[in-house]
């Protein structure tokens, strides 16, 4: 295995956007900065979607703003259309994460248009973030199962893949949006598709629903992928997608990478901290469970590199 891995943190996206209390910009710029301290490279900090639809991701553009962009960190914000990517590029966004769907119904609850619409949409905006020097992540919803139509076909996932990385994206990550993917369905959708598009051209999303986020990283791992999404403290899930609970958690990730060898360049202090102070703000803390462990790890010894 090559020994570097990127956590995607999606904690500040993912995790709030249907958390029962709702954050102020501050406090959500709070917790961005205090991952990024913790040397998380690369942070999904806001969305660019309707307030009315989701309430928690407003003014995200004013979060945007305020980011510090010097640092190590770099940003990226959520968009589910074209009115997104031209708010996120009007706000300076240098990185957005187009959503599209491998099912119908999935498709037309978040973003209400059905899945080619999407993928014009993504394409669309592929093209004009080129000219506007703007990195393009696709992200695709429901990848393995769906709360509609049930498992997805992976032929559907083939098919996307072959459009989308033969053209050159930046990276395509598979969301397992509601938790419903098991490790030997990890396995058999990535093994095949890394080994015909190359493993870096892929990154993956897991929730937790069903307890096997972990394990299903793991599995992903085995296939070659090195980019996880993941969310601090376990927060996280989708308003539209019934069913869905909190992401993996960054810390159980962290220290998992860790213990086999792989490095993430995360500093343990810094992420306990992130990782309390998300606690603090959400007043929930559904997952991580490797934390306690770890908190007990740091009062052994100072911060560690993870
Ligand atoms: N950002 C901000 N506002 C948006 C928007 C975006 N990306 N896309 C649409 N809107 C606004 C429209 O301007 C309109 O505002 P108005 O009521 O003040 O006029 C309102 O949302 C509804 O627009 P409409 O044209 O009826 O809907 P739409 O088909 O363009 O798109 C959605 C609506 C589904 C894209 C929008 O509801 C949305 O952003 N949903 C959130 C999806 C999401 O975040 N899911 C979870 C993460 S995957
Ligand atoms: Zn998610």
Redesign the pocket.
């Known amino acids: 295995m090559a020994d570097r891995v990127t956590i995607n943190e999606v904690g500040p996206r993912d995790g709030l956007?249907s958390q029962s209390r709702m954050l102020s910009v501050s406090q959500r710029l709070q917790l961005v900065r205090a991952l990024a301290a913790a040397g998380i490279s690369r942070i999904e900090a806001g969305?660019?979607?309707?307030?009315?639809?989701?309430p928690a991701?407003a003014d995200t553009d004013k979060l945007l703003q305020s980011l510090d962009r010097r640092g190590t960190a770099s940003y990226s914000f959520?968009?589910?259309?074209m009115?997104?990517y031209e708010?996120a590029r009007n706000a300076g966004a240098e990185s957005v994460t187009m959503?599209i769907y491998a099912s119908e119904i999935m498709a037309r609850k978040?973003?209400?248009?059905g899945m080619a619409d999407a993928e014009r949409a993504a394409w669309k905006i592929i093209d004009l973030a080129r000219a506007d020097g703007i990195e393009v992540i696709v992200i695709v919803?429901v990848a393995f199962g769906c709360p509609f139509e049930g498992v997805v076909n992976p032929g559907t996932v083939h098919d996307i893949a072959t459009r989308f990385v033969a053209a050159g994206i930046h990276r395509l990550v598979l969301a397992d949006t509601i938790g419903a993917a098991h490790p030997a369905q990890v396995s058999a959708l990535l093994t095949p598709l890394a080994r015909h598009h190359g493993p870096g051209a892929f990154g993956c999303h897991f929730h937790d629903t069903r307890a096997m986020a972990l394990a299903n990283v793991y599995a992903a791992l085995t296939a070659g992928v090195r980019w996880f999404d993941s969310s601090i403290g376990g927060l996280g899930g989708?308003?539209?997608a019934p069913g869905a609970s909190g992401n993996v958690a960054t810390e159980d990730v962290v220290v998992m990478l860790r213990q086999m060898g792989l490095e993430t360049g995360i500093d343990a202090a810094g992420l306990l901290a992130a990782s309390d102070l998300a606690t603090k703000l959400t007043g929930t803390a559904p997952g991580g469970r490797v934390r306690e462990w770890l908190r007990g790890q740091l009062t052994k010894s100072e911060s560690r590199k993870l």
């Open positions: 956007q969305s660019f979607v309707s307030p009315k639809a989701v991701m959520l968009i589910p259309n009115k997104g708010l959503v978040n973003a209400r248009m919803a989708c308003p539209f």
